[in-house]
């Protein structure tokens, strides 16, 4: 998907059944969301969603984006929480996953949010040297944390020492 544009956005009602279905994509079941959670997480009281568009090329000449990933947040006081970040198979390796996080990541750090922490999967290594490369830290491991019973990283990024980075 190289050359190809993303614009973000806010969350619209209408977006909720194409974020289910790329969420069911992007993880295995006992990790992917039912279409309540994620209901739920995007209604969550301080927390918002980002949603990314792209022009792919048969849509571009009908004008009409469509949607190639998406990023859940909340901010809690002074620790923000990434929820979920799911890019689709096709849409990965563009840059998309990084600007969602950064995105996310000065949102939050505008709600006054200190610093920022997530989840991901023991055995999603591409998501480790993602969230590595995107300065994210280990904290800690908690057994047993996904219904299917996998292990979670928990792994945590200090967004003021970014902020004065830049």
């Not at 544009?5 to 039912?34: K, V």
């Not at 568009?53 to 949607?67: F, R, V, Y």
Request: include cysteine; hydrophobic fraction near 45%.
């Amino acid at each position: 998907m190289g050359g190809v544009n993303f614009s973000l956005r806010d969350f619209r009602r209408q977006d909720l059944e194409t974020l289910w279905r790329i969420d069911q994509a992007c993880f295995a079941p006992g990790i992917a969301y039912s279409r309540r959670e994620l209901a739920g997480f995007i209604r969550l009281w301080r927390s918002f969603t980002l949603v990314a568009e792209t022009m792919a090329n048969g849509a571009q000449a009908a004008g009409s984006p469509e949607i190639a990933g998406f990023l859940i947040a909340e901010a809690r006081t002074t620790t923000g929480h990434i929820i979920t970040i799911d890019v689709l198979p096709a849409a990965r390796r563009a840059g998309l996953g990084s600007q969602l996080l950064e995105a996310a990541e000065n949102r939050l750090l505008t709600a006054g949010c200190h610093m920022v922490y997530l989840e991901t999967a023991a055995d999603n290594l591409a998501a480790q040297a993602f969230y590595q490369r995107q300065g994210y830290a280990h904290l800690k491991t908690v057994p047993g944390y996904y219904s299917n019973g996998m292990d979670a990283l928990i792994l945590a990024k200090d967004l003021l020492s970014r902020a004065q980075a830049s």
